[in-house]
């Protein structure tokens, strides 16, 4: 395969890695994309959460549902200043997260494995914990309905949220074939 590049294409390439190294794309594009996937994540929980419990009789209302998530969400934020400081303090990165040093790597071993132990951790069973004691004041549902529908909603987000990964890991193979250069 010949890679022989004008110089006027040559000019634009390295103008386009010079713009992807910009502030928008190192601080606002991940920012941005950070609270929407929050917000999208608090919406569906919030809203499993509602559905599974008023399917099994509960009384609550979609609001407490958001206000319940929101509020049994702080081991998150405590988890993520908790890495946050680590990181400052280090320098580096968090090496296995959660229980994934129990699987290999994904180059070795199985990428969804992997992205899900990463999300497995303390932090996680105590928002269960969290959502499990709040559903059952604001739902008045009984205690083995309250366990289901909690473990059910977080079972679907936990999914949700490792499909990125796997699309990433399963395009990154692919290769893009240009018939004309424009």
């Known amino acids: 395969m010949d890679f022989d590049f004008t110089p006027e294409q ?3 390439l390295q103008q386009a890695v010079q713009a992807m190294q910009g502030p928008v794309f190192q ?3 991940p920012i941005g994309f950070a609270v929407i996937s929050v917000l999208f994540l608090w919406s569906v929980t919030a809203g499993l959460l509602y559905l599974l419990s008023t399917l099994q009789g509960g009384r609550g209302s979609l609001t407490r549902a958001l206000n319940l998530v929101a509020w049994a969400s702080v081991p998150t934020i405590v988890h993520v200043a908790l890495q946050l400081v680590y990181i400052q303090s280090t320098g580096m990165l968090i090496a296995s997260p959660g229980l994934s040093g129990f699987v290999p790597a994904p180059p070795d071993g199985s990428i969804f494995a992997y992205a899900l132990l990463t999300r497995i951790d303390v932090y996680l069973f ?3 914990v969290l959502l499990m004691i709040g559903l059952k004041m604001f739902t008045g549902v009984a205690g083995r309905k309250v366990l289901i529908s909690a473990l059910v909603s977080i079972v679907i ?4 949220r ?3 990964e796997l699309l990433s890991a399963s395009l990154s193979g692919l290769t893009v ?4 250069l424009f």
């Not at 987000?157 to 949700?160: A, D, F, H, K, W």
């Not at 074939?177 to 004309?180: G, I, L, N, Q, S």
């Open 162 to 164: 490792v499909l990125p």
């Open 126 to 128: 105590w928002h269960i």
């Open 157 to 160: 987000v936990m999914g949700l």
């Open 27 to 29: 601080y606002v594009f």
């Open 177 to 180: 074939v240009r018939p004309f």
């Open 10 to 12: 040559q000019a634009q």
